[in-house]
């Protein structure tokens, strides 16, 4: 059974960082295009950052550019999402997926106080 799970996310102050972690398991994600969404209390979700299997190339979001960065690691099977300089803008549950689409997982929470 493919499955991503999401962790990492914590309270943090303003300014702060936190990376994330999404590790699948029941498929090897080395030739797939992933990214990470967010989803805010009372919004829809929304993409924040993707990374190609073919070369490596990234995009962001506006809202996180020069903040986040997403990288992977194809040998533990796991995409991360590094956050800097977090904003309770960034508050929200995180989630990886597929860029092609897939199941959704639990998510990880983020909430950044002021």
């Known amino acids: 059974q493919v499955q991503l799970v999401e962790s990492g996310g914590g309270l943090v102050q303003a300014g702060g960082s936190l990376r994330l972690s999404c590790a699948a398991s029941g498929r090897r994600i080395w030739a797939d295009d992933m990214g990470w969404y967010r989803q805010a209390p009372g919004k829809e979700r929304q993409f924040v950052a993707s990374?190609?299997?073919?070369?490596?190339?990234?995009v962001y979001a506006d809202s996180v550019k020069g903040r986040f960065t997403i990288s992977r690691d194809n040998a533990k099977n796991t995409v991360y999402l590094q956050m800097n300089s977090l904003k309770p803008d960034d508050t929200a549950i995180y989630y990886c997926?597929?860029?092609?689409?897939?199941?959704w997982g639990q998510g990880t929470q983020v909430t950044v106080s002021s």
């Open positions: 990374i190609y299997w073919r070369g490596g190339s990234t």
């Open positions: 997926n597929y860029l092609q689409g897939g199941p």
